[in-house]
């Protein structure tokens, strides 16, 4: 078992940057490949981004690759989403995620265990 907790969302202006956090426990995070996913109200869940558990593999969104950077720092046991020029259409509550499995599909929400409660990411003037 690992438990995620996000931080680090929050109310900006068009063009703006946030930094996202996603605190592990109960185990390390490098055991996992971790990802991040957003989810606005009555739309799908989005893949962000995510990162291999070497960290040598990166993977975006196809809106995010420019402007959003994912890391992760397993001596802190966290992964880092930074996220910059955003846009109103980046409101959305972000998720963080691992997957513990050989198989991984980053992309898709089914290719991860575990989840975080999400931290609200609002861009508006």
């Known amino acids: 078992q690992v438990q995620l907790v996000e931080s680090g969302g929050g109310l900006v202006q068009p063009g703006g940057s946030l930094r996202l956090s996603c605190a592990a426990s109960?185990?390390?995070?490098?055991?996992?490949?971790m990802g991040w996913f957003r989810q606005a109200p009555g739309k799908e869940r989005e893949f962000v981004a995510a990162?291999?558990?070497?960290?040598?593999?990166?993977i975006y969104g196809e809106f995010m690759k420019d402007r959003f950077t994912i890391s992760r720092d397993d001596a802190k046991n966290t992964v880092y989403l930074q996220m910059n020029r955003l846009r109103p259409e980046d409101t959305a509550t972000h998720f963080c995620?691992?997957?513990?499995?050989?198989?991984?599909?980053?992309?898709?929400?089914?290719?991860?265990?575990?989840w975080g409660q999400g931290t609200q990411v609002t861009v508006s003037s």
């Open positions: 990162i291999g558990r070497s960290g040598s593999r990166t």
């Open positions: 109960g185990r390390t995070i490098s055991d996992f490949d």
């Open positions: 995620a691992a997957n513990a499995g050989d198989d991984w599909l980053p992309r898709r929400p089914y290719g991860y265990d575990y």
